[in-house]
Protein backbone atom coordinates (compact mmCIF):
# COMPACT_ATOMS: atom_id res chain seq x y z
CA UNK A 1 0.00 0.00 0.00
CA UNK A 2 0.99 3.66 -0.01
CA UNK A 3 3.13 5.44 2.78
CA UNK A 4 5.68 7.87 3.20
CA UNK A 5 8.83 7.73 4.97
CA UNK A 6 10.85 10.85 6.47
CA UNK A 7 13.53 11.42 9.02
CA UNK A 8 13.27 10.99 12.86
CA UNK A 9 13.88 14.21 14.37
CA UNK A 10 13.88 16.41 16.32
CA UNK A 11 16.17 18.51 14.79
CA UNK A 12 17.29 21.68 15.91
CA UNK A 13 19.68 24.63 13.79
CA UNK A 14 20.73 28.11 14.39
CA UNK A 15 18.92 30.98 12.78
CA UNK A 16 20.26 31.13 9.28
CA UNK A 17 21.04 27.90 9.03
CA UNK A 18 20.44 25.36 5.82
CA UNK A 19 17.67 22.97 6.54
CA UNK A 20 16.76 19.37 4.54
CA UNK A 21 14.15 17.37 5.93
CA UNK A 22 14.21 14.14 4.12
CA UNK A 23 11.06 12.52 2.85
CA UNK A 24 10.85 9.21 0.69
CA UNK A 25 7.44 8.08 -0.80
CA UNK A 26 6.17 4.26 -1.86
CA UNK A 27 2.69 4.50 -4.40
CA UNK A 28 0.54 3.26 -7.01
CA UNK A 29 0.21 5.20 -9.96
CA UNK A 30 1.45 8.92 -9.40
CA UNK A 31 0.61 10.44 -6.35
CA UNK A 32 0.44 13.74 -5.52
CA UNK A 33 2.90 15.17 -2.60
CA UNK A 34 2.62 17.66 0.22
CA UNK A 35 4.37 18.78 3.12
CA UNK A 36 2.26 20.68 5.84
CA UNK A 37 3.15 22.07 8.82
CA UNK A 38 1.96 22.28 12.36
CA UNK A 39 2.59 25.08 14.85
CA UNK A 40 2.44 24.31 18.44
CA UNK A 41 -0.98 24.43 19.75
CA UNK A 42 -2.67 24.65 15.75
CA UNK A 43 -3.88 22.81 12.94
CA UNK A 44 -2.29 21.82 10.00
CA UNK A 45 -1.64 24.13 7.35
CA UNK A 46 -0.17 23.59 3.75
CA UNK A 47 3.23 24.74 2.95
CA UNK A 48 3.62 23.72 -0.36
CA UNK A 49 2.56 21.00 -2.94
CA UNK A 50 3.78 19.29 -5.82
CA UNK A 51 1.38 17.36 -8.45
CA UNK A 52 3.70 15.63 -10.94
CA UNK A 53 7.01 14.72 -11.43
CA UNK A 54 9.84 16.78 -11.76
CA UNK A 55 7.67 19.49 -10.16
CA UNK A 56 8.94 21.64 -7.95
CA UNK A 57 6.76 23.17 -5.20
CA UNK A 58 7.51 26.57 -3.13
CA UNK A 59 6.58 28.92 -0.71
CA UNK A 60 7.96 30.85 2.07
CA UNK A 61 11.66 30.20 0.92
CA UNK A 62 10.56 26.41 1.54
CA UNK A 63 10.96 24.25 -1.51
CA UNK A 64 10.82 20.58 -2.61
CA UNK A 65 11.10 19.04 -6.03
CA UNK A 66 9.23 15.51 -6.59
CA UNK A 67 11.65 13.17 -7.73
CA UNK A 68 10.09 9.81 -9.62
CA UNK A 69 13.31 8.30 -10.14
CA UNK A 70 14.26 8.61 -6.22
CA UNK A 71 10.31 8.62 -5.02
CA UNK A 72 11.52 11.50 -2.88
CA UNK A 73 10.27 14.94 -2.05
CA UNK A 74 12.84 16.51 0.53
CA UNK A 75 12.06 19.84 1.98
CA UNK A 76 14.60 22.21 1.73
CA UNK A 77 15.19 25.87 3.09
CA UNK A 78 18.33 27.87 2.35
CA UNK A 79 18.27 30.11 5.27
CA UNK A 80 15.41 29.26 8.29
CA UNK A 81 14.31 31.78 11.03
CA UNK A 82 13.32 31.17 14.66
CA UNK A 83 9.60 31.37 13.48
CA UNK A 84 10.10 28.05 11.45
CA UNK A 85 9.86 25.95 14.44
CA UNK A 86 7.37 23.72 14.29
CA UNK A 87 6.53 20.20 12.92
CA UNK A 88 6.77 19.22 9.58
CA UNK A 89 4.89 16.44 8.22
CA UNK A 90 5.18 14.86 4.38
CA UNK A 91 2.13 14.04 2.76
CA UNK A 92 0.83 11.91 -0.30
CA UNK A 93 -2.56 11.58 -1.89
CA UNK A 94 -3.29 8.96 -4.47
CA UNK A 95 -4.26 10.18 -7.49
CA UNK A 96 -5.51 7.30 -9.58
CA UNK A 97 -9.14 5.85 -9.80
CA UNK A 98 -9.74 3.87 -6.94
CA UNK A 99 -8.66 7.14 -4.50
CA UNK A 100 -10.87 9.04 -2.59
CA UNK A 101 -8.27 11.67 -1.99
CA UNK A 102 -7.84 11.04 1.67
CA UNK A 103 -3.80 11.60 2.78
CA UNK A 104 -1.25 9.46 3.66
CA UNK A 105 1.58 10.73 6.31
CA UNK A 106 4.62 10.07 7.71
CA UNK A 107 5.17 10.73 11.26
CA UNK A 108 6.20 14.24 11.00
CA UNK A 109 9.56 15.85 12.21
CA UNK A 110 10.03 18.84 14.99
CA UNK A 111 12.24 21.85 14.04
CA UNK A 112 13.51 23.89 16.37
CA UNK A 113 15.33 27.27 15.37
CA UNK A 114 17.44 28.70 17.99
CA UNK A 115 18.39 32.41 18.06
CA UNK B 1 -7.47 30.47 9.92
CA UNK B 2 -8.55 27.59 7.73
CA UNK B 3 -12.78 28.03 8.03
CA UNK B 4 -12.64 24.75 9.32
CA UNK B 5 -14.56 24.73 12.65
CA UNK B 6 -14.29 22.23 15.19
CA UNK B 7 -16.02 21.54 18.78
CA UNK B 8 -15.19 21.50 21.59
CA UNK B 9 -11.31 22.70 21.42
CA UNK B 10 -10.77 19.63 24.54
CA UNK B 11 -12.94 17.29 25.68
CA UNK B 12 -11.80 15.31 28.20
CA UNK B 13 -13.70 11.81 29.76
CA UNK B 14 -14.15 8.41 31.33
CA UNK B 15 -13.38 5.03 29.39
CA UNK B 16 -16.62 3.13 28.65
CA UNK B 17 -18.48 6.49 27.81
CA UNK B 18 -19.29 8.10 24.59
CA UNK B 19 -18.34 11.74 23.02
CA UNK B 20 -19.61 13.48 19.92
CA UNK B 21 -16.92 15.73 17.95
CA UNK B 22 -18.11 18.24 15.62
CA UNK B 23 -17.12 19.67 12.37
CA UNK B 24 -18.27 22.66 10.22
CA UNK B 25 -16.24 22.84 7.08
CA UNK B 26 -15.79 25.50 5.11
CA UNK B 27 -18.59 27.31 3.22
CA UNK B 28 -18.82 25.31 -0.38
CA UNK B 29 -16.98 22.13 0.52
CA UNK B 30 -18.67 19.37 0.15
CA UNK B 31 -15.76 17.06 1.23
CA UNK B 32 -14.77 16.23 4.92
CA UNK B 33 -12.21 13.99 6.02
CA UNK B 34 -11.49 13.08 10.00
CA UNK B 35 -8.17 11.88 10.73
CA UNK B 36 -6.34 11.05 14.37
CA UNK B 37 -2.87 12.35 15.52
CA UNK B 38 -1.72 10.16 18.50
CA UNK B 39 1.90 10.05 19.65
CA UNK B 40 2.41 6.30 18.72
CA UNK B 41 0.20 6.46 15.69
CA UNK B 42 1.06 9.51 14.14
CA UNK B 43 -1.61 11.13 11.85
CA UNK B 44 -4.02 8.62 10.70
CA UNK B 45 -6.96 8.83 8.29
CA UNK B 46 -10.30 7.95 9.60
CA UNK B 47 -12.82 8.25 7.22
CA UNK B 48 -14.26 10.36 4.42
CA UNK B 49 -17.76 11.70 3.79
CA UNK B 50 -18.41 13.67 0.31
CA UNK B 51 -21.95 15.52 0.00
CA UNK B 52 -23.66 13.37 2.82
CA UNK B 53 -22.50 10.10 1.60
CA UNK B 54 -19.19 7.89 2.73
CA UNK B 55 -16.64 7.76 0.30
CA UNK B 56 -13.63 6.22 2.21
CA UNK B 57 -12.59 4.47 5.31
CA UNK B 58 -9.04 4.27 6.59
CA UNK B 59 -8.24 2.78 10.11
CA UNK B 60 -11.20 3.10 11.96
CA UNK B 61 -12.35 1.26 15.29
CA UNK B 62 -15.68 -0.38 14.66
CA UNK B 63 -16.45 1.53 18.02
CA UNK B 64 -15.95 4.93 16.08
CA UNK B 65 -18.64 6.14 13.52
CA UNK B 66 -19.46 9.15 11.32
CA UNK B 67 -21.90 11.19 9.09
CA UNK B 68 -22.47 14.12 7.67
CA UNK B 69 -25.71 15.91 7.83
CA UNK B 70 -27.58 17.90 4.76
CA UNK B 71 -25.71 21.19 6.15
CA UNK B 72 -22.38 19.69 5.47
CA UNK B 73 -21.45 19.34 8.76
CA UNK B 74 -19.98 16.59 10.31
CA UNK B 75 -20.04 14.30 13.30
CA UNK B 76 -17.43 11.91 14.69
CA UNK B 77 -19.08 9.70 17.43
CA UNK B 78 -16.53 7.69 19.42
CA UNK B 79 -18.11 5.09 21.55
CA UNK B 80 -16.86 2.29 24.97
CA UNK B 81 -14.01 4.74 25.10
CA UNK B 82 -10.90 3.68 26.09
CA UNK B 83 -7.66 5.14 27.20
CA UNK B 84 -5.72 4.47 23.88
CA UNK B 85 -8.13 7.17 22.20
CA UNK B 86 -7.00 9.69 23.68
CA UNK B 87 -5.45 11.83 20.75
CA UNK B 88 -5.86 14.79 18.94
CA UNK B 89 -9.33 14.44 16.30
CA UNK B 90 -8.82 16.45 13.05
CA UNK B 91 -10.99 17.20 10.62
CA UNK B 92 -10.37 18.61 7.11
CA UNK B 93 -12.45 19.43 4.07
CA UNK B 94 -12.15 20.00 0.62
CA UNK B 95 -14.31 21.68 -2.51
CA UNK B 96 -13.99 18.16 -4.13
CA UNK B 97 -13.62 14.89 -3.73
CA UNK B 98 -9.65 15.20 -4.50
CA UNK B 99 -9.27 18.73 -3.64
CA UNK B 100 -7.12 20.69 -1.87
CA UNK B 101 -7.16 19.68 2.24
CA UNK B 102 -7.90 22.57 4.67
CA UNK B 103 -7.78 21.46 8.43
CA UNK B 104 -9.34 22.55 11.44
CA UNK B 105 -8.00 23.51 14.65
CA UNK B 106 -8.69 19.78 16.31
CA UNK B 107 -10.22 18.39 19.56
CA UNK B 108 -7.88 17.41 22.02
CA UNK B 109 -9.68 14.28 23.55
CA UNK B 110 -8.57 12.54 26.86
CA UNK B 111 -10.14 9.25 27.99
CA UNK B 112 -9.00 8.90 31.74
Known amino acids: GNSVTQMEGPVTLSEEAFLTINCTYT??????LFWYVQYPGEGLQLLLKATKADDKGSNKGFEATYRKETTSFHLEKGSVQVSDSAVYFCALRGDYGGSQGNLIFGKGTKLSVKP | DSGVTQTPKHLITATGQRVTLRCSPRSGDLSVYWYQQSLDQGLQFLIQYYNGEERAKGNILERFSAQQFPDLHSELNLSSLELGDSALYFC???????????FGPGTRLTVL
Open chain 1, 27 to 32: ATGYPS
Open chain 2, 92 to 102: ASSVELRGEQF
